[in-house]
């Protein structure tokens, strides 16, 4: 089974600063790989999903970026933080065949200031 | 489009009590996928079970059941005899056939919070 890693834990950021974020995936092959983000007390939110590398979908207009330079590494980024930015990041993957279920990293909780 | 309800936000049981989470589902898909996720209080989402829409059996796992109706588009979960360890959100999500392309976008409910007092 998938084992999905994630970096920083938590994090506090000044506005205006940058950001980047990783989750890495163990166990699998071909993901899709989802960034969501969760604000306090709130449901998820798709932010970006990858079917491969090189390929990033963008659910919502926002601040931030993702990159997927290898077959199991997904990035998310910023080049300056907003205060609107703060939240719970959650990297999932759903292994590229024969599962349906998405599994879900431990999540960075970043704050911005 | 897909869209998941769970109507209660928040619930609050004494320990050993059994509670029902609801969820309640729109889709146009005839295949589809429902879930449940456990996220505690660490934050992570623990995937607790899958079920797809040809599949109407009830299932159960220990304390945990499930009941899938099609009849009313609900999936909802029960957890028999709670416990402290059970305190946590839980979702319920939905996601068309995997199959049917190369994404499969999941639509995840907004949560139902369950606080079990000792």
């Known amino acids: 089974s998938q084992t999905i890693h994630q970096w920083p834990a938590t994090l506090v950021q000044p506005v205006g600063s940058p950001l980047s974020l990783e989750c890495t995936v163990e166990?699998?092959?071909?993901?899709?790989l989802y960034w969501y983000r969760q604000a306090a007390g709130r449901g998820l939110q798709l932010l970006f999903y990858?079917?491969?590398?090189?390929?990033i979908s963008s659910e919502v207009p926002q601040n931030l970026s993702a990159s997927r330079p290898q077959d199991r590494q997904f990035i998310l980024s910023s080049k300056k933080l907003l205060l609107s930015d703060s939240g719970f990041y959650l990297c999932?993957?759903?292994?590229?065949?024969?599962?349906?279920?998405?599994?879900f990293g431990p999540g960075t909780r970043l704050t911005v200031l | 489009a897909q869209k998941v309800t769970q109507a209660q936000t928040e619930i609050s049981v004494v320990e050993k009590e059994d509670v029902t989470l609801d969820c309640v589902y729109e889709?146009?898909?005839?295949?589809?996928?429902l879930f449940w996720y456990k996220q505690p209080p660490s934050g992570e989402l623990v995937f607790l079970i899958r079920r797809n829409s040809f599949d109407e059996q009830n299932e159960i796992s220990g304390r945990y059941s499930w009941n899938f109706q099609k009849s009313t588009s609900s999936f909802n979960f029960t957890i028999t005899a709670s416990q402290v360890v059970d305190s946590a959100v839980y979702f319920c999500a939905l996601s068309e056939d995997p199959f049917s392309g190369g994404y499969q976008k999941v639509t995840f409910g907004t949560g139902t919070k369950l606080q079990v007092i000792p």
């Open positions: 999932a993957c759903k292994a590229g065949t024969g599962s349906n279920e998405q599994f």
């Open positions: 990858s079917v491969g590398i090189g390929q």
């Open positions: 166990g699998t092959s071909n993901p899709n």
């Open positions: 889709t146009r898909d005839t295949t589809y996928y």
